[in-house]
């Protein structure tokens, strides 16, 4: 069995040479947990993803934050906080809390921040949304600890990685749940912009992205292994992306200071998605 937590964390490493670029064979299939965080570290995004190399095939769940689960250490809270209540081993503790509660092997943990984000969406481009219905949150909180009033018209739009961030993030209109849903729609889009780039202007550009990540990015996935999952992920087309969510008809509410957790049947069902 794949091991749930390594004994040694991998910082990112220097840019290579897109002509260095080495061809190191993946495993069938690995999953990778994905999570955002804001400028005080905390998660606003949690997705695991899988990826199916030998299919062409990559499965996005999104799991709500506020989950109550149970950490590895045997105490309890939100899923969001994993990342934070185990010091500078957030990335690793936060990796065997959705391995624990999924009861499912994950092999790398990656961590975002929003400033990563922003320079990803503008590095393609910006990305063009349907944005589905209209969107007003006036109270949504800017870096400095304000707030300011956020509107998206509905209706397809195009947007750079200041206002994509904007989208994804505003809760106030709407629900975390909903808010998973524009992440994922954000990322689709992510996926069609680069399709739409020529195949040798995006290998050229694979020093750009690993640049860009340098730096910013906290993972244990090694060096060679996260060349060769980008230069794999550069051919994915956005039908190759399946996506789920957890929405509120899989959960049960609990007492609190508890959210709420996971259905019985709803978590096999989810688990269905990584055989």
């Given amino acids: 069995m794949r091991p749930v937590v390594p004994d040694n964390i991998e910082p990112v490493a220097k840019v290579v040479p897109t002509s ?47 989950l109550w689960v149970t950490y590895p250490n045997g105490e309890a809270g939100r899923l969001g906080e994993a990342y934070l209540v185990s010091g500078d081993q957030g990335g690793v503790f936060a990796k065997a809390t959705v391995s624990k509660l999924l009861d499912t092997p994950v092999d790398y943990f990656t961590v975002l921040d929003f400033v990563t984000f922003e320079e990803v969406v503008d590095l393609v481009g910006g990305v063009t949304i349907d944005v589905p219905t209209v969107i007003d949150d006036p109270r949504y909180p800017t870096s400095n600890n304000g707030i300011t009033h956020l509107h998206f018209d509905a209706g397809p739009q195009h947007m750079d990685g200041k206002r994509a961030l904007m989208y994804v993030r505003t809760r106030h209109a709407d629900d975390e749940f909903q808010r998973n849903l524009r992440q994922q729609q954000v990322i689709k889009a992510l996926f069609e912009r680069l399709q739409q780039q020529p195949l040798p202007q995006q290998l050229v550009r694979v020093n750009d992205y690993i640049d860009m990540l340098k730096g910013n990015v906290q993972t244990d996935m090694p060096q ?52």
């Avoid at 060349?227 to 957890?246: E, M, N, P, R």
């Fill in 224 to 275: 060679d292994v996260m060349l060769d999952v980008g230069k794999a992920a550069l051919v994915l087309q956005s039908d190759d992306i399946q996506f789920y969510t957890v929405d509120t008809t899989m959960l049960v509410g609990l007492e609190p200071p508890a959210t709420f957790e996971l259905k019985p049947d709803a978590l096999d069902a989810l688990m269905q998605q990584f055989p």
């Fill in 20 to 66: 260095e670029l080495p061809d190191v064979p993946l495993d069938d299939v690995m999953t990778v947990l994905v999570l955002g965080r804001d400028e005080g570290g905390r998660t606003d995004s949690v997705m695991l993803v899988r990826f199916d190399r030998r299919n062409e095939h990559v499965t996005i769940v999104s799991l709500p934050r506020s």
